[in-house]
């Protein structure tokens, strides 16, 4: 049996490898991954329920398998985990709600499908924001999710911030994320992992109310770029219940020879409108003018994309009004202040303003297109802050400047939300604070393999710089630490725990 912490160092690919070739058992990673979720959870709080028992009979039949010599999938035998927005067949799925603290669906939707067909082992759930409305990784079921870097410290905005902690502490290869305004991207800068937003599409995602809307996606999340684009292959391409899918060529992923020399890559500081940390902003320049010897051109681009935050508030209203309508009409007095203060957002908003909105992305999504007849890329901050603690609900000002609302602060990533651009946060070294610096690297239009094989290149050639490779916190450190967040929540628990002091199936 192997060192265990030695193990979980290892990528999702090479985890695949050694299970494929035979000299790993899914069994014995598993364990290794359930041990790490027992000794960490409790310091940072990344997993809510979780489904162990199930878990160990499929990496026993994960096993077999692999002794009977019968075919498998990308992800066979890897361990994931998998947000709290995700309906998961037999596992308890509350969306970070009150509303939906019973709730076991009998099916897995269509995303965690693809990726258990693929063969990942769903080890349990990660935690969200209620209903995904939150720029903090907080609620009233399971309680805030702390930075690995720092517990006292929150692990970002939006839903995926469970996710990210999970992956930043080894304790599954893999997990799921999702990104409306950056709710994927944010969090991986801020853990120091990867995190991508494809192509609205790429990844089909049936739990959209609105399935015409290209602002909300589904996506993978990693420690290093190639197994994030291991779980992309496992789960992109048609899919009949997503009407903005599409159809991908068997060779769309296929390994392409990136020559750093040869890109011209555009840098934008705020896209001229985000409000951005004047610390961040040094950082930033400092990556950039180490950086920009790997390229052809690096070059300051004028952006002046101001219409964005209007633009994105009644979109992003419109997409939550459908998504919140059954849970307000339900028990509106239920839905958390920053849940409820979306839908009332949008539900104040007339027909008119829908119109301007969806007109103005339009000619936003025009616009950035021919900056991609200049560049092959275009680089960014992925946050305008060095993480905030988790306490706080919400981001209230930069540089002494008060924000307009609670996901303000997410302006660097909602703005490309807008474009459609596939968009991923590569870790970058740290920042002033000693914290995850991620950078935001933007593709063409559905260009999610080139800016792929883009970033992993740039990952490569950064691989044994500090300040420009992936930081890893320090667990002895953050064991030590007196945090225990998993017993931190706004009202008296409301389940028996597991070993993890959460849930198991069949727990509730």
Not at 3 to 13: C, H, P, V, Y
Not at 123 to 137: D, S, W
Not at 182 to 190: C, D, E, K, Q, Y
Not at 229 to 239: D, F, K
């Amino acid at each position: 049996m192997q060192n265990s912490s030695e193990l979980l160092g290892k990528s999702a690919t090479e985890l695949r490898a050694l299970i494929g070739n035979k000299q790993l058992s899914p069994v014995e990673l598993l364990d290794a991954c359930i041990e790490r979720i027992e000794r960490l959870n409790p310091k940072i709080n990344a997993f809510a329920a979780t489904c162990f028992a199930r878990a160990r009979d499929e990496a026993l039949l994960a096993e077999h398998a692999v002794m009977q010599g019968q075919p498998l999938g990308l992800l066979h035998g890897l361990p994931i985990g998998i947000k709290d927005l995700e309906e998961t067949a037999g596992v308890l799925t509350t969306y970070g709600s009150q509303l939906f603290r019973d709730n076991t669906p009998a099916q897995d939707n269509l995303f965690v499908a693809r990726l258990r067909a693929a063969g990942a082992i769903v080890v349990g759930k990660t935690n969200v924001p209620e209903l995904g409305a939150g720029a903090n990784t907080r609620n009233v079921v399971w309680g805030a999710t702390g930075n690995p870097f720092n517990p006292e410290l929150n692990a970002g905005g939006g839903a995926s911030g469970g996710s990210a902690a999970a992956l930043a502490v080894d304790m599954v290869p893999l997990c799921s994320g999702s990104d409306t305004g950056g709710s994927l991207r944010i969090p991986a800068a801020l853990c120091g992992i990867v995190g991508l937003r494809p192509s609205p599409g790429l990844v089909p995602s049936e739990r959209k109310k609105l399935g015409w809307t290209p602002i909300s996606v589904v996506g993978p999340m990693g420690r290093n770029v190639a197994d994030t684009l291991l779980q992309l292959r496992a789960s992109a391409g048609l899919g009949q219940s997503d009407p903005l899918s599409y159809a991908i060529a068997a060779d769309e992923f296929a390994p392409r020879p990136i020559d750093l020399s040869q890109l011209r890559v555009g840098y934008s500081e705020d896209f001229g409108a985000c409000a951005v940390d004047d610390r961040i902003r040094a950082v930033f320049r400092e990556k950039i003018n180490t950086l920009k010897s790997l390229f052809k051109s690096c070059e300051a681009i004028d952006l002046k994309l101001t219409s964005a935050h209007h633009t994105f508030d009644v979109l992003r209203a419109e997409a939550f009004v459908a998504g919140l309508q059954d849970a307000h009409d339900r028990d509106p007095d239920a839905l958390g202040p920053n849940t409820r203060a979306n839908f009332d957002m949008g539900a104040a908003m007339s027909l008119q303003d829908c119109v301007k909105a969806h007109g103005e992305q339009s000619r936003i999504f025009r616009g950035f297109q021919k900056q991609f007849e200049h560049y092959d890329l275009i680089l960014a901050p992925t946050t305008p802050v060095s993480p905030f603690p988790w306490s706080e609900l919400y981001l209230r000002e930069v540089n002494g400047v008060p924000l307009d609302n609670y996901y303000r602060w997410l302006a660097l990533c909602y703005t490309i939300t807008l474009t459609t651009n596939p968009a991923l946060s590569l870790p970058c070294g740290t920042d002033h604070n000693g914290m995850p610096f991620g950078l935001q690297v933007i593709g063409g239009f559905r260009g999610d393999a080139k800016l792929l094989a883009c970033a992993e290149a740039i990952e490569q050639a950064t691989l044994n710089d500090p300040s420009l490779s992936r930081p890893r916190p320090d667990l002895q450190k953050l064991l030590a630490s007196a945090v225990d967040l998993t017993h931190i929540v706004t009202h008296p628990p409301i389940y028996g725990g597991s070993r993890t002091g959460k849930p198991e199936i069949g727990a509730m």
